[in-house]
């Protein structure tokens, strides 16, 4: 999943008018028991994958931060509620916002 990921989410991160098309792709391959919802381990998945997107992107920057400092800010952004849960809604709501905030 590893490198799918990555490309989604920087796909999704440019200014790529397909944004929404590539989050459906993103949950839907994250969503392995298609219930519609991340949870458990495709949440923990998709934190894991966003979290090394972010930390490379920050380092790019000149930023260094670590893993639980983003995770942290991703999980505020993502997961609000912080239910343990990501919905669809809750994705197209916010990663792209995130994502850009990490520039």
Do not use: C
Not at 11 to 40: A, C, Q, R, W
Not at 71 to 92: A, F
Request: no cysteine; hydrophobic share 30%.
């Amino acid at each position: 999943m590893g490198a799918n990921a990555g490309k989604m989410l920087k796909s999704i991160d440019g200014d790529n008018k397909g944004t929404e098309k590539e989050i459906d792709k993103l949950f839907g391959m994250l969503d392995k028991d298609d219930s519609g919802v991340l949870t458990g381990d495709e949440y923990k998945t998709f934190f894991d994958e966003a979290t090394k997107y972010m930390l490379a992107d920050l380092k790019k920057s000149g930023h260094d931060y670590d893993d639980d400092t983003i995770r942290g800010w991703l999980q505020q952004w993502i997961d609000p509620n912080r239910d343990g849960k990501i919905t669809k809604m809750e994705l197209h709501r916010n990663l792209k916002a995130v994502l850009d905030a990490g520039e």
